[in-house]
């Protein structure tokens, strides 16, 4: 079978090709009403494209040089604004998909939180509704690029009558909003520019920033953490992005350190890997032409993924030796046009403990896949169908103080 992309001259590459020659710096505008932010997206957002020509699309793209937006506004692009298409109103769609598209304000996910473990369902932030408004007190934790967002998608407990997982539903607010204050998780890199703690303080939002009907967080969660999974599946060894495993063998060749056996050894197996997980890509990409939704499969890429690209830095900062010890420094150059953070091998080690834990730990992943997909049997939880409030999590939610120490740095 022929897992390759059409050729060189094909005509639909050759027309995205000069579309970027005669724009060799598109803003990020001019991409999304060209659809090249999301052309799978249905007219006027997209293309209406097939997936084979989205992946065209992404070539060129790279090709060009261009930083594609779904790396600067990810929750946006990868997770979140598809949500508006089938649950939004008119008014949400003209308000918010083309800023977001063209990544002219970034989004980001208000979903975790401290007491919440790896129980979204279990989260504390309530939206009590107040006349033409919902009144939003909690706090979230780990929240990528909160520090950068203009837009927040927080899921909150409307209802704490109902059993956890009905009880939730999802807004879209605005990270400015008085009441709302962002601080910066510092992780082992030294680096500021990820993870935040949010804290939200009767925040006031709008009863039309309510994103599809009250009850319907959960599901919604749901659907967007699967496309995630998806897009953070992709053979790049940070969550898609970043080196992959042939760039790692390109590295280790261009070195000479193939010619150890035992090193050759170890990135065979590497190279094996990432083929598997590109052809696990192009399964999503037979699914996608075949218009099914993403399923509980994309825990099974992620489940690979993750690990896979631990494996990737930490073979590429082993052959350095004590080289690697030093700050800043990566096991190979950054490819020419490649600005994303993930893309320096250094950076890209020291952050890569994070993606077996971010969008669910392996554990939850593998409970996925043997209890969604095997049909093994469910892990029994006794507060599923009874009141939130009731349980001993709803009955002991706290209000949280903004004088609560800052997060713990990240180890």
């Known amino acids: 079978m022929d897992f390759e992309l059409p050729k060189e001259d094909d005509p639909r590459r050759l027309e995205v090709r000069v579309w970027f020659e005669t724009r060799p710096r598109p803003s990020g505008r001019e991409l999304a009403e060209a659809g090249y932010a999301t052309p799978h997206w249905p007219h006027p957002w997209g293309l209406g494209a097939d997936a084979e020509t989205q992946l065209i699309i992404d070539e060129e793209m790279k090709r060009a040089q261009v930083t594609p937006p779904a790396l600067v506004n990810p929750a946006a692009i990868n997770n979140c604004a598809q949500s508006l298409l089938t649950h939004g109103t008119d008014a949400q769609r003209e308000r918010f998909l ?51 967002s203009k837009v927040g998608v927080l899921v909150a407990r409307t209802d704490p009558t109902a059993p956890k997982h009905a009880g939730l539903s999802q807004f879209l607010i605005d990270m400015d909003a008085p009441g709302i204050t962002v601080r910066p998780i510092i992780d082992m890199s030294g680096n500021e520019n990820e993870y935040n703690e949010v804290f939200l303080d009767d925040v006031i939002v709008p009863a039309d920033r309510l994103l599809g009907r009250e009850g319907e967080g959960w599901a919604l969660s749901m659907r967007q953490l699967q496309t995630e999974r998806v897009a953070l599946s992709k053979p790049g060894a940070i969550w898609g992005a970043g080196p992959s495993a042939r760039e790692l063998i390109a590295g280790l060749d261009a070195i000479g350190a193939l010619e150890d056996p035992l090193v050759r050894d170890e990135a065979a197996r590497l190279y094996i890997e990432g ?137």
């Not at 975790?112 to 006349?131: F, M």
């Not at 320096?344 to 554990?363: I, K, N, R």
């Not at 999590?393 to 609560?404: E, H, R, Y």
Request: net charge positive.
């Open 98 to 148: 083309l800023p977001a598209l063209a990544c002219e304000e970034i989004w980001c996910m208000l979903f975790s939180e401290p007491a919440g473990g790896s129980d979204l369902g279990s989260l504390r932030t309530t939206a009590r509704r107040e006349g033409d408004h919902y009144v939003v007190t909690g706090q979230k934790i780990w929240t990528s690029l909160a520090h950068k």
């Open 275 to 411: 083929e598997i997980l590109r052809l696990l890509a192009y399964r999503s990409l037979s699914d996608r032409m075949n218009a099914k939704t993403p399923g509980p499969e994309g825990a099974i890429r992620k489940m690979l993924a993750a690990p896979h690209g631990q494996r990737v830095v930490d073979l590429a900062k082993r052959i350095q030796g004590s080289r690697g010890l030093l700050n800043g420094e990566g096991a190979f150059p950054v490819k020419n046009g490649r600005r994303g953070m993930f893309d320096d091998w250094d950076y890209a080690f020291w952050f890569s403990p994070a993606v077996t834990l971010g969008v669910g730990t392996q554990e939850i992943l593998k409970n996925v896949v043997a209890e969604r997909m095997l049909d093994l049997p469910r892990e029994y939880d006794p507060s599923a169908r009874s009141p939130w409030n009731q349980s001993q999590g709803g009955a002991a939610a706290p209000k949280p103080a903004l004088s609560a120490a800052p997060a713990e740095i990240a180890s």
